[in-house]
């Protein structure tokens, strides 16, 4: 072929990748694995635009370059396809799900392939194929059937639980459990029935049943996670949600939290996404405080009562719920003399019990409003100030002054025990509470010793107003404080996490079943019991509306005869989003096996992921879960690893390039008038989003903007125009179809081709920066491929390239270049990668190399990147078909990039006025005999002799007249 056509050139090349199985790679192999993953997609109905392939592109040059170094690579790709907009669109048109999943799929796949990107297709998975959630529902039983064991801190099969029960009870066994889980002895548990003694186990299980606080939205009659609400409304569809107490299925993920943290030493992320990481989870060593609900006496009444009494019933209606005291954890127990008030979130369970009948109504009141706010919104609002007083009082453990207790919707539930002891004089957002309430603030260090006290335990401390810890150090009133708590029966020091254990459950029809069925247990109560492994998968039923039902269930609540058994019913929730992807990694490894989630041959082999490539939306929850069941998959001996991500790296978002038109403001819009943008200072105007796929160069077309818009402009519409041209505005905006400004990479591809198309994405900055796409740059990338094309076939499309010795200059541009390209891919700089390849395209065309043998090499260099036409120049060279995938990466040879001479600047009184050039091996006597005798050094030296020549070898040459 000896014009470049990319249309037919690429084609070709991916019908033979496909054809033969080129990228297919084997679970056995001689050579070193390596494992490259991509976060799979949501396969969304608008398919990808330019910004979604970079990832993409950045793993397959990477996975490529792998093969090149003599590895084994997997490189797969699947689909996240369970999910809310499918489910809405289902809602909305009543086809089935799974219909609207799948085209969207097969559109991605076209897109991907379009791509030339090296995936193992053979190893595709969807997350919503029966086939794959199987193994989803198992590791969900799995879990259900495990406990976490604190003193050999990993989960252990829920028998070795039940066997320390049979032998000692409950009273030694170090685990995570219900908060309501009672103590028992090993006699009373051999006495128990079997449903009772399972009913217990329920409290231990590493996933189980809870009221929990969730996002609750009535307009799409689901739970949402954090990220799918913005500003108090669904990111879908714009409908409120609301703060509701809910029952749900639970992962006790707060387990791992310590192991979460630790894990994080040992992978190679950025320090940044480590941070998050560790944010999230959020350690803090403290003490947990109890602070007695005050019962109404005062003063020598209050003293009377025996020591360790607690206090009677207050208010006097709810004697039997009342609690005798709230607890309050603390990293800085040290300020407890200076608490003036108390604030519990307005869901904590205490709320109705402690509140005053005249207090009723404003509570009720604030909890209303605060239910409309999602908790992310709560924890952001740093300015507002806003609460309500319960009415009640507690009292301080050490001062024991009464503190009022407020709700104020900053506290939430979930974080710690959902209460604060407010210090006011020691926290900003206290002062400004206190303040805003007219509450006493309480100084309780010296001004002057406060940052030293917090900042250095040996610092003398000078606390005040502080009772028992006056004139102690930070450490030494720490200390006291707790021992104190603890002998007392009011605290204890404590490690708290701020990671709450996950809602693991959903009220909708678009997700994996969860694998159990209820029975009424003796007192008619349901309880939860797993499905067995024969009985996998459990398929969604149909159903006749994908709505709740009238009854306020999910909608698998309209499954006719769904249930196991007689009358016993299936759960109707299904599992949220971030289940199918917490493992997938390990389907890619086996995807067809029936009979185990992958083989442990698979598994040894593979082991874990080498490179994962994502964007940052995915910092926290998706990787807090998935290296939650990671390690929970390698406690129970499913899997090898600890971590299942070695490196990580986060790609930044190209951006839009956004265009405007602006129309002149009038009243009669009928006759629209839009001024260019170099005019628009002289009008009244507004700024309206233009289609970019219908602007070259900033100048708008002007008869297509008329004809796709007839909504803003229209066959009546005038135009004022900039020497003939209407010129748009410019923004950079996040890529959008509300902003008009999304482009379609077949679009690009069918002009450019894909080649150019991943040359251009990486050339556009570094991988981990946000960058905008501007179309009107692609052209230079395209140039550059016609001038790689025109190395090998002359103007007259004659091939050119010759069996001829490599010249010196060529060698050295060649070998530059092989260094440069191999260490800018193994550190991921894969913009700086594609300079190098133009530098090298046009020293080796002025040179006019047309040596096989250099050319060769670079064709190997570059298939990373351009593999189509790579594949072409490749098989012209006289290789084998498809067989550049297969070479070996040119090796550097320092040799070549040696310089043999040095040019060296020539200055006469300190100024630079010429320069000469000398082989390395010249002595300095005779560069300064020759540096004296040119004409240009005598020229500036004006017939006066050299008082001074100083020769500095491979530096400079200095001349003093």
Not at 684 to 695: F, G, Q, R
Not at 735 to 753: A, L, T
Request: charged residues 25%; aromatic residues 12%.
């Amino acid at each position: 072929m000896s014009e470049y056509s990319h249309r037919e050139i690429e084609k070709k090349w991916q019908d033979y990748w496909q054809q033969n199985g080129t990228f297919s790679v084997s679970n056995t192999s001689e050579l070193p694995k390596y494992y490259v993953l991509d976060m799979f997609p949501y396969p969304s109905g608008a398919g990808l635009h330019v910004g979604h392939p970079l990832g993409y592109i950045a793993s397959d040059i990477y996975s490529r370059y792998k093969r090149l170094k003599g590895f084994n690579v997997l490189h797969p790709m699947g689909f996240d396809s369970f999910g809310l907009p499918a489910e809405q669109y289902a809602i909305q048109t009543g086809q089935h799900p799974a219909i609207t999943t799948e085209q969207n799929i097969t559109r991605y796949i076209e897109q991907l392939k379009n791509l030339g990107l090296s995936y193992d297709w053979n190893r595709e998975v969807r997350t919503s194929d029966p086939g794959y959630y199987k193994w989803t529902q198992w590791i969900f039983s799995e879990l259900f059937n495990s406990w976490y064991n604190n003193d050999t801190d990993k989960a252990e099969p829920i028998e070795t639980l039940t066997a320390k029960f049979a032998q000692e009870g409950n009273a030694k066994v170090n685990a995570p459990a219900d908060e309501d889980t009672p103590a028992f002895t090993a006699e009373e548990w051999n006495a128990w029935s079997e449903e009772a003694q399972y009913k217990m186990t329920l409290k231990y299980r590493l996933t189980y049943v809870a009221d929990a606080t969730v996002n609750w939205c009535p307009g799409l009659g689901s739970v949402l996670s954090n990220d799918e609400v913005k500003d108090g409304v669904s990111e879908r569809g714009g409908f409120p949600v609301i703060q509701k107490l809910m029952r749900q299925w639970m992962m006790r993920i707060t387990a791992y939290a310590q192991r979460l943290i630790d894990g994080l030493d040992t992978v190679d992320w950025t320090e940044s996404l480590k941070e998050q990481q560790r944010n999230w989870i959020g350690r803090s060593v403290g003490a947990l405080v109890k602070f007695q609900v005050w019962n109404g006496e005062e003063g020598e009444e209050r003293e009377e009562r025996e020591e360790g009494e607690s206090n009677p019933p207050f208010p006097p209606s709810s004697p039997s719920s009342f609690p005798p005291s709230i607890e309050v954890f603390t990293t800085r127990v040290d300020t407890i003399y200076g608490v003036t008030f108390m604030v519990i979130a307005p869901e904590h369970e205490l709320v109705d019990v402690i509140t005053t009948p005249e207090q009723r109504a404003e509570i009720d009141a604030y909890i209303a409003m605060t239910q409309k706010k999602s908790e992310r919104d709560r924890m952001s609002d740093v300015k507002t100030v806003s609460g309500a007083f319960t009415g009640a009082y507690v009292l301080n453990p050490f001062s024991g002054e009464k503190v009022p207790v407020y709700i104020a919707d900053y506290v939430l539930a979930g974080y710690g025990t959902g209460a604060v002891m407010a210090v006011p004089s020691g926290d900003q957002r206290d002062w400004n509470f206190a303040k805003h309430f007219n509450l006493p603030i309480i100084p309780i260090l010296d001004a002057q010793k406060d940052i030293e006290i917090q900042a250095d335990a040996t610092k003398e401390g000078k606390y005040i107003n502080s009772g028992i810890i006056d004139g102690l150090t930070y450490k030494e009133a720490t200390e006291k404080l707790i021992n104190v708590l603890e002998e007392k029966g009011l605290g204890k020091g404590k490690i708290n996490y701020r990671l709450r254990d996950a809602v693991f459950s959903r009220q909708r029809y678009w997700g994996e079943p969860v694998p159990v069925y209820y029975k009424n247990d003796s007192e008619g109560q349901p309880v939860p019991y797993l499905l067995d492994l024969n009985e996998l998968p459990l398929n969604l039923p149909e159903v006749d509306k994908y709505l709740p039902t009238e009854n306020g269930e999910p909608p698998l609540g309209r499954a006719q005869g769904w249930e196991h058994g007689s009358g016993n019913g299936y759960e109707l929730s299904t599992m949220p989003g971030w289940a199918g992807s917490s493992w997938y990694w390990y389907r890619y490894m086996d995807p067809k096996n029936e009979n185990e989630f992958a083989s442990k041959e698979a598994i040894s082999y593979w082991k874990d992921v080498d490179l994962y490539i994502g964007g940052t939306e995915h910092a926290t929850g998706h990787l807090l879960y998935s290296r939650f069941w990671n390690k929970f998959m390698k406690d129970r001996g499913f899997v090898l690893e600890e971590e299942p991500f070695k490196k990580l790296i986060n790609q930044g978002m190209i951006q839009g390039r956004s265009n405007f038109v602006y129309r002149v403001k009038g009243e009669d819009y009928s006759k629209p008038v839009f001024v260019s943008a170099g005019l628009k200072s002289q009008y009244e105007v507004s700024a309206l989003h233009v289609d970019v796929n219908i602007v070259e160069n900033d100048v708008l077309d002007v008869e297509k903007f008329k004809a796709t818009r007839p909504d803003i402009a229209g066959e009546n519409a005038e135009f004022i125009l900039e020497d003939g041209k209407y010129i748009c505005g410019v923004e950079v905006e996040k890529m959008s179809k509300s902003k008009f400004n999304v482009v379609n990479p077949d679009d690009i591809v069918e002009r450019y081709g894909a080649d150019t198309l991943r040359l251009y994405e990486m050339f556009l900055g570094p991988l981990d920066q946000a960058k905008p796409w501007n179309t009107n740059g692609i052209d230079g990338t395209y140039r550059f491929i016609r001038k790689l094309w025109r190395l090998f076939y002359t103007e007259t499309g004659q091939w050119q390239v010759k069996d001829v010795p490599a010249k010196p200059e060529e060698l050295k541009s060649l070998h530059k270049t092989i260094k440069k390209i191999g260490e800018d891919i193994e550190n991921f700089s894969f913009n700086t990668a594609v300079s190098a390849f133009m530098v090298c395209v046009n020293e080796l065309g002025s040179q006019k190399c047309q040596s096989k043998e250099v050319l060769e090499q670079l064709v190997i260099l570059l298939s990373p990147y351009a593999p189509h036409i790579s594949e072409e120049l490749w098989a012209a060279l006289g290789n084998e078909a498809g067989g550049v995938s297969k070479a070996a990466f040119p090796l550097f040879e320092a040799k070549y990039v040696q310089e043999s001479v040095f040019e060296y600047p020539v200055q006469i009184n300190g100024k630079v006025r010429a320069s000469l050039t000398f082989p390395l091996d010249t002595p300095p006597a005779e560069i300064e005999k020759e540096v004296l005798a040119d004409a240009t050094v005598q020229k500036w030296m004006e017939g006066k002799p050299a008082k001074k020549v100083v020769v500095v070898l491979k530096r400079i040459v200095n001349v003093v007249i």
